[in-house]
């Protein structure tokens, strides 16, 4: 009878073992992975910032340099993000992330960069659920219609402007689609007016936390 108990306690000690290694591999598995996600986020996210504004124009490490805000996006319940370029600590740029709610199928989320001087540097689109062949091209990758974006400001074309042709406006629509268009243009209109107003707070080497924090 010993016998037989030890043989069972020492069968289960070799399973428990293979348990314990299994667990700690399986953890081992997980932090790579998410550390491995992490660092593909990181970079996926590098690229859109370097798309609406040149890595030439600052030296400062963009991605860690933000402030969170509630008042850009507040139809959203997350707080948006501005990344900060500087040269030489000098305010160059802000890239903000703009979100509308007023897509023909939903949010489009939109990545903007404006200038010190009120300019915008590039806009591209980071999300949408627009119908494909017709809304969707307000991806790069499908159509250069985000490009009419390059360069323009609240005085060119005149803030009155801000808006698609087909409702007495400045930019183009999209074959097949205005609505979306219309989002687009109303959120980087938005962007552009936020900025205005909020130019010296955004670049506020003190402020980093959501407003409303400690």
Known sequence: MNAII???LSAAAILGGFSLLGLGLTSLTFHKTEAKIQENERQALLANLKAVIPES???NDIVNDTLEVTDLTPDTTKPTIIYRARKKDEPVAAVMTVITPNGYSGNIS???AVKTDGTISGVRTLSHRETPGLGDRIEIERSDWILA???KSLDEP?????DVKRDGGHFDQLTGATITPRAVVGAVKKALLYFKHNQARIF???ESTPEGGN
């Open 6 to 8: 030890k043989k069972t």
């Open 57 to 59: 124009l600052y030296d």
């Open 110 to 112: 939109l990545l903007v």
């Open 149 to 151: 974006f390059d360069e």
């Open 158 to 162: 005149h803030q009155s402007q801000w």
């Open 204 to 206: 506020s080497t003190t």
